[in-house]
């Protein structure tokens, strides 16, 4: 069983910059990736980034690519941090976002947990 508490989420205005953070618990060698989805209200859950534990091979969603950094800290044994740092935020961006943990690729049907979600708000 894997824990998944998500944190860092608010309000940001249009340009500004935001960390996600998000520790893992629990049986670290049931998962070989992490990553964020979102969803904005009215819409349907987004594949926003995600990353093999073992050597951080990162993929990123079109819309978020040269803006967002996916990063891993596994070096808080027993627990991996994950973070997904948001910069030039865009008012599209806002959405709750949702850690997982599953297997590659990260596509929905691989998530084996979910974190509660984090809301992030883009306005100014």
């Known amino acids: 069983q894997v824990h998944l508490e998500e944190s860092g989420g608010g309000s940001v205005q249009p340009g500004g910059s935001l960390t996600l953070t998000c520790v893992a618990s629990?049986?670290?060698?049931?998962?070989?990736?992490m990553g964020w989805f979102r969803q904005a209200p009215g819409k349907g859950r987004e594949l926003v980034a995600y990353?093999?534990?073992?050597?951080?091979?990162?993929?990123?969603?079109n819309d978020v690519k040269g803006r967002f950094t996916i990063s891993l800290d596994p070096a808080k044994s027993p627990h991996y941090t994950m973070y997904l740092q948001m910069n030039r935020a865009q008012p599209e961006d806002s959405a709750t976002y949702y850690c997982?943990?599953?297997?590659?690729?990260?596509?929905?049907?691989?998530?084996?947990?979910w974190g509660q979600g984090t809301q992030v708000t883009v306005s100014s």
């Open positions: 629990g049986n670290r060698y049931s998962t070989n990736t």
């Open positions: 990353l093999l534990k073992s050597d951080s091979t990162s993929w990123y969603n």
């Open positions: 997982a943990a599953g297997v590659w690729p990260l596509v929905e049907e691989h998530v084996r947990y």
